[in-house]
């Protein structure tokens, strides 16, 4: 059957499932009391008694939540019907007067938490705060355009004045929060084309606008102007208009980049030779004059250590107070975490179940890491391009790594190359170009691991071939669009030995290449040191 919204039982969503009756994969609502509504063909269904009882097993309302109703807010020219689509209601006494109640939801869609608003603007917030995403982000799921608004008044305005028709959400905790609550919507956000903030026009306000703008992708998001202070305002003074206007008039934001020759006057004549930040391993150290931001391609053979080696850097960085990303697409966060915690003890506590007992492993994993987290993708499998440009995004901006190593690139291949018409070359390219466009945008430094094509004849890269820039597989973007390639060699003379050579194959910096250090393997240790320092 169907029925008008406003007419539906009063009850919690629970989140979406795909509509019987118009085929929409998500549009139809599952609420507590066992019912379901479409958004999409307005179909309703009472559900039976074991719909019900499934439904109100699943949702445990926090205790301290507490009960309303809904009525239009005349004052701010807000309707009922608009009141009922957010879950918006008002209690005649809370705490000894009358509150407006905005019910918030989790990522699930059930409601865990309430934001409390007295005639003062005073503030409160029940339940469970931290699992709060965006107002009103439970009643979309993608669309062109995603209006997002500082309060929830506004939002309601917003939509009300579009017929409660099109995506609009607000922010759960005020303008200074903004950026950390859209980092935390991430995945929601991105299923939009374009995105507008339309903000309280005050100083505040804009000054949130466009710390929120540059914590988004470039070329996504853009900027409302209104004629009055907010989207309220405007909708109390007959300006609903104006709302419209300003959502199909917002401009695109684009970062600042364009600067005069002037600016440079005062540090034109100071060196960037030397970087603050090194490698552990001194002479290549001393040819590429430290880490600094920009692409690193690392490319070794098959069991040669790659990524032992990228460990090593990334301990090093780690324990000299930089902020370190890991994508190790090729093992478990486990294994990582296990990795570095080794390189810690200076014991091989993946291989050697003998070498730490857990509480040592435990104490060195807190003096490690207990204070200065590393931040890693549980990627569970996705390896999507998008995907992973994403995460790195939200690592950099969110988190404030400013090293991301990922191993490896030939994962993000490896899922697409079967599909007819994939070109491994040109997937490749694509990959290197988006990574390329990313470094720059972020100023990061990417160690992006790869591996190698088996050179012509019978011995391979194992068995003490040299490693070549024209062996990176797949792709000579590998090589060209990066600002240093280092590649891992085994001992040409011994390979079964545990000594390995890097070799620096390509320096933008400052053009010299070559052998760089001799490295040792320790097998009790799992470490990977140059062979004269004496710390294994």
Same mark, same amino acid.
């Given at each position: 059957?169907?029925?008008?919204?406003?007419?539906?039982?009063?009850?919690?969503?629970?989140?979406?499932?795909?509509?019987?009756?118009?085929?929409?994969?998500?549009?139809?609502?599952?609420?507590?009391?066992?019912?379901t509504y479409c958004f999409g063909c307005q179909?309703?269904?009472?559900?039976?008694?074991?719909?019900?009882?499934?439904?109100?097993?699943?949702?445990?309302?926090?205790?301290?939540?507490?009960?309303?109703?809904?009525?239009?807010?005349?004052?701010?020219?807000?309707?009922?019907?608009?009141?009922?689509?957010?879950?918006?209601?008002?209690?005649?006494?809370?705490?000894?007067?009358?509150?407006?109640?905005?019910?918030?939801?989790?990522?699930?869609?059930?409601?865990?938490?309430?934001?409390?608003?007295?005639?003062?603007?005073?503030?409160?917030?029940?339940?469970?705060?931290?699992?709060?995403?965006?107002?009103?982000?439970?009643?979309?799921?993608?669309?062109?355009?995603?209006?997002?608004?500082?309060?929830?008044?506004?939002?309601?305005?917003?939509?009300?004045?579009?017929?409660?028709?099109?995506?609009?959400?607000?922010?759960?905790?005020?303008?200074?929060?903004?950026?950390?609550?859209?980092?935390?919507?991430?995945?929601?956000?991105?299923?939009?084309?374009?995105?507008?903030?339309?903000?309280?026009?005050?100083?505040?306000?804009?000054?949130?606008?466009?710390?929120?703008?540059?914590?988004?992708?470039?070329?996504?998001?853009?900027?409302?102007?209104?004629?009055?202070?907010?989207?309220?305002?405007?909708?109390?003074?007959?300006?609903?208009?104006?709302?419209?206007?300003?959502?199909?008039?917002?401009?695109?934001?684009?970062?600042?980049?364009?600067?005069?020759?002037?600016?440079?006057?005062?540090?034109?004549?100071?060196?960037?030779?030397?970087?603050?930040?090194?490698?552990?391993?001194?002479?290549?150290?001393?040819?590429?004059?430290?880490?600094?931001?920009?692409?690193?391609?690392?490319?070794?053979?098959?069991?040669?250590?790659?990524?032992?080696?990228?460990?090593?850097?990334?301990?090093?960085?780690?324990?000299?107070?930089?902020?370190?990303?890991?994508?190790?697409?090729?093992?478990?966060?486990?294994?990582?975490?296990?990795?570095?915690?080794?390189?810690?003890?200076?014991?091989?506590?993946?291989?050697?179940?003998?070498?730490?007992?857990?509480?040592?492993?435990?104490?060195?994993?807190?003096?490690?890491?207990?204070?200065?987290?590393?931040?890693?993708?549980?990627?569970?499998?996705?390896?999507?391009?998008?995907?992973?440009?994403?995460?790195?995004?939200?690592?950099?901006?969110?988190?404030?790594?400013?090293?991301?190593?990922?191993?490896?690139?030939?994962? =993000?291949?490896?899922?697409? !190359? $079967? *599909?007819? +018409?994939?070109?491994?070359?040109?997937?490749?390219?694509?990959?290197?170009?988006? /990574?390329?466009?990313?470094?720059?945008?972020?100023?990061?430094?990417?160690?992006?691991?790869?591996?190698?094509?088996?050179?012509?004849?019978?011995?391979?890269?194992e068995n003490g071939a040299k490693v070549q820039?024209?062996?990176?597989?797949?792709?000579?973007?590998?090589?060209?669009?990066?600002?240093?390639?280092?590649?891992?060699?085994?001992?040409?003379?011994?390979?079964s030995d545990d000594t390995r050579e890097i070799?620096? =194959?390509?320096?933008?910096? !400052? $053009? *010299?290449? +070559?052998?760089?250090?001799?490295?040792?393997?320790?097998?009790?240790?799992?470490? /990977?040191?140059?062979?004269?320092?004496?710390?294994?």
């Amino acid at each position: 059957m169907q029925i008008e919204e406003q007419e539906l039982p009063e009850s919690d969503k629970i989140g979406h499932v795909a509509c019987e009756k118009c085929g929409s994969k998500d549009n139809a609502a599952v609420y507590t009391d066992g019912h379901t509504y479409c958004f999409g063909c307005q179909a309703y269904d009472t559900g039976d008694e074991e719909d019900i009882a499934a439904a109100q097993s699943h949702h445990k309302r926090p205790t301290e939540l507490i009960d309303g109703y809904y009525t239009a807010l005349t004052k701010r020219g807000i309707t009922e019907e608009t009141c009922r689509k957010f879950d918006y209601q008002v209690t005649d006494s809370y705490r000894g007067r009358p509150q407006q109640i905005a019910n918030y939801r989790n990522a699930e869609g059930l409601v865990i938490a309430q934001k409390i608003r007295d005639a003062d603007k005073n503030f409160s917030i029940l339940g469970e705060a931290k699992k709060m995403v965006l107002f009103g982000q439970h009643l979309w799921n993608s669309g062109r355009k995603l209006v997002i608004t500082e309060g929830e008044l506004d939002c309601m305005s917003v939509s009300q004045v579009q017929g409660n028709k099109w995506p609009v959400v607000s922010l759960g905790q005020g303008a200074t929060s903004g950026k950390k609550a859209l980092l935390g919507a991430w995945d929601f956000l991105m299923q939009f084309e374009e995105i507008i903030l339309m903000f309280d026009q005050d100083d505040a306000g804009q000054k949130a606008a466009l710390e929120c703008a540059e914590a988004l992708p470039v070329g996504k998001v853009k900027l409302a102007v209104l004629p009055y202070k907010d989207a309220n305002e405007c909708l109390q003074k007959g300006e609903g208009k104006a709302i419209i206007d300003a959502i199909w008039r917002a401009k695109d934001w684009r970062p600042d980049g364009i600067v005069s020759s002037d600016d440079f006057r005062d540090i034109i004549g100071k060196s960037d030779a030397a970087s603050t930040v090194s490698y552990p391993y001194s002479k290549l150290n001393d040819m590429t004059r430290g880490i600094r931001t920009g692409l690193v391609t690392v490319c070794a053979g098959s069991g040669v250590g790659k990524s032992t080696f990228v460990r090593e850097i990334a301990y090093h960085l780690h324990i000299n107070d930089q902020t370190v990303g890991m994508l190790m697409l090729e093992e478990t966060n486990k294994r990582t975490l296990q990795g570095l915690v080794g390189l810690h003890m200076n014991k091989n506590i993946t291989i050697d179940d003998e070498a730490a007992d857990e509480p040592e492993i435990i104490e060195a994993y807190d003096s490690l890491l207990g204070a200065h987290p590393v931040y890693l993708f549980d990627h569970f499998g996705s390896t999507a391009v998008d995907t992973i440009v994403n995460r790195i995004q939200y690592m950099v901006k969110g988190m404030g790594c400013k090293y991301i190593f990922l191993d490896h690139v030939s994962i =993000l291949v490896s899922g697409l !190359t $079967g *599909e007819s +018409g994939v070109d491994e070359r040109r997937l490749i390219d694509s990959i290197m170009t988006t /990574l390329r466009k990313l470094v720059q945008e972020l100023d990061i430094c990417l160690f992006l691991v790869s591996h190698l094509r088996r050179p012509e004849g019978a011995k391979g890269h194992e068995n003490g071939a040299k490693v070549q820039l024209s062996q990176l597989r797949g792709s000579h973007a590998l090589a060209q669009l990066a600002d240093f390639c280092l590649g891992l060699q085994v001992n040409e003379d011994d390979p079964s030995d545990d000594t390995r050579e890097i070799v620096l =194959l390509k320096n933008r910096f !400052t $053009g *010299e290449v +070559g052998q760089a250090d001799t490295l040792m393997y320790a097998r009790d240790t799992g470490r /990977l040191l140059e062979v004269d320092i004496n710390r294994f």
